[in-house]
């Protein structure tokens, strides 16, 4: 399903011969229309890759034809040659699709500096049959969003039908997951009819409440991407509250797809702060306590460890009285008003963690989703590049 | 050595019975003057522990007479009675030594929520043996570091000759070091005359470039505490300029001596960020670099992947041009103007790891130490509550 779940969309995924697995390994989403409005949000890091620095400009006036994706390499920090790479992928591809370079958005994900002849050959090469395997199917959707996968286990997508539209969409992504986004890589197809600045004030806040707070190991990658393309094939003007709710649950259930299979996970943890002030101090407690190595490792040797949470508390700016914090694991209050209360050995642990955190210093509340820190996280990160 | 290197000064290292180890955990440093000039920087956590709490009191006034020291429990978020506990060892303490409670300052490092009575009362029975144990030799000096160990490997101390005066110190920590300091207690001591304000101005300059620098693991303790006491034994008025060189050596040794026992490091880290426009940048840049899991987990594996550092240069607010920055690892320039220059392969790995940043923006440089991040940090984090 995922982006041909919508009508006027066509999807491939081939292979250009990247990957040293032989696996499909490039890309395209075309948005056949009528409508081509497009709206995107790109990685907050300031070292950004050649495909950003590309698709930045060419979604900003709100059109795109289509989008091509390789893993395999990250064309980040790979020089002129590199941007050159994206410019001539876009081009080749409007030359085929009969459109403007401009209207072809460009992602790549995999090791940053890989850039070079041995990247941009094969990516030039396969782009004829990538677009002539291009389809409407479902079949073709599922190949897409497998294409994209680099150390992911299972292809991520998401459906929603709305008021005589859909929505439909696929990420990529298992490290680097954090603010501002992560190596990932996220298109999201619709046929309402939404001009592309409804488009954005609707991705906006979907992104806002769902990737942005996925935060697995606090690494902010330079290749994060999110874009969603309307076709208008319905012909449907969808309704922007209902879009917008529609949207953000897909953006919710891609993110919690890429919280499960994030790299050597063992722990799937959900970090809740009530009681807070203001919404954006609950995503701060929450995301400092996401940060803390010590609480990760104690949750991966199942140590409800209450004091590695207020001590991560404390290094916030966030409206609270130190004396007066209760934080439950897994529903059990092993500390309330910052001492000790119920019994930790009562904390029973399985897959799923929540961590629950009340400041009682107001009526907000926000969770933020990360992963422990586990022996599988060192011997990815450690023993192979990426 | 350590603190008895100093004349006016007295130490003990004895066993109150809170370490299941049976080992030394109750130190105790007493400052026979004739001055009993003090100053400290604590934690910048805003849950503080109780110990913290009330030596911020204690030695708001820059004056003090001993420093109570024990492993073996926190002594954070204990409640009310945890804060009692400390009063009541700082009361007991100034009682045997014919002074005022609010002349003595407490230290206490270990798990988090363990102050109960099986906290309390070893400590106060203990008190008058550890007080009739402090000797001024060097062995007592010796001591008194071994017993504030927790899961250090060795003692750390460290000493320097002025003109005319001494200075020594010891220190314990091996996790949450990090800015603002971190599990680590910290006691200097120095028989020059030197009055607590001046005290106060050396020791800020002393530790915001040595243990502020010190980044090993990004998690911030809410015990941290660094002491610097001058009995004026010498009665040699120290020059401020030589002083504050000489404790900043100090600092810098103990520094390197946390950074080398750091919990489950493989190799230790240096980052150096060159080129900056202010110092202050350079160290932004240079944490952000030492915050990195993925980082980290690349050095464990000895892979030298410059993509991950510079993805966490582009995460700070430093000046620099993206395109501009170059990365050596152990003097290997394998990033030069943000493309891949040098063969990693040609960069040989040992025990000690220094990655240079050059962000060509300035004259300002600066390093943070870390470590790897390795199974055995995982293991002993997640195996082990502290």
Known sequence: ???????????????????????????????????????????????????????????????ARAVVLNS??????????????????????????????????????????????????????????????????PEAGAAAAEAIMTTDTVAK?????????????????????????????????????????????ALRAATQKTFDRLDTDGCMSTNDTV?????????????????????????????????????????DITITTRGAFSEQQAVDVSRAVARSNLFKAAVFGEDPNWGRVVAQVGTTDAEFDPQAIDVTFNGVPVCVGSAPAADPAEVLFDRRVVVEIDLHAGNFEASVWTSDLTHDYVEENSAYSS
Chains 1, 2 share one sequence.
């Not at 080749?92 to 990247?119: M, N, Y």
């Not at 929505?167 to 190596?183: D, E, F, R, S, Y």
């Not at 094939?233 to 919690?256: I, W």
Request: charged share 20%.
């Open 1 to 63: 399903m995922s982006v041909t779940y919508p009508r006027g969309f066509r999807a491939s995924g081939t292979t250009a011969g990247l990957k040293p697995s032989g696996k499909t390994d490039l890309a395209v989403v075309v948005n056949d229309g009528p409508a081509d409005a497009v709206a995107a949000v790109y990685t907050a890091n300031r070292c950004k890759a050649n495909p950003v620095l590309w698709s930045q400009q060419a979604s900003a006036d709100g059109t």
């Open 72 to 137: 395999g390499g990250a064309n980040c920090y790979t020089g002129d040659y590199g941007y050159e790479t994206t410019e001539l992928t876009a081009t080749r591809t409007a030359e085929l699709l009969g459109t403007d370079a401009s209207d072809v958005l460009v992602c790549s994900t995999g090791l940053i500096g890989v850039g070079g002849p041995e990247f941009r050959e094969p990516i030039l090469d396969t782009l004829p049959a990538a677009l002539e395997a291009a389809a409407e199917t």
């Open 157 to 201: 997508t998401a459906t929603r039908e709305g008021t005589a539209y859909r929505i439909g969409g696929m990420a990529k992504g298992a490290g680097m997951l954090a603010p501002g986004l992560a190596t990932m890589l996220v298109v999201i197809t619709t046929d309402a009819v939404v001009e592309s600045g409804d488009l954005d004030i």
């Open 227 to 267: 874009i969603v393309m309307s076709s208008g094939a319905s012909e449907h003007q969808a309704d922007l509250v209902e879009f917008t709710r529609l949207l953000t649950e897909v953006c919710g259930e891609l993110t919690a797809q890429l919280h499960t299979d994030a790299e050597g996970a063992g722990h």
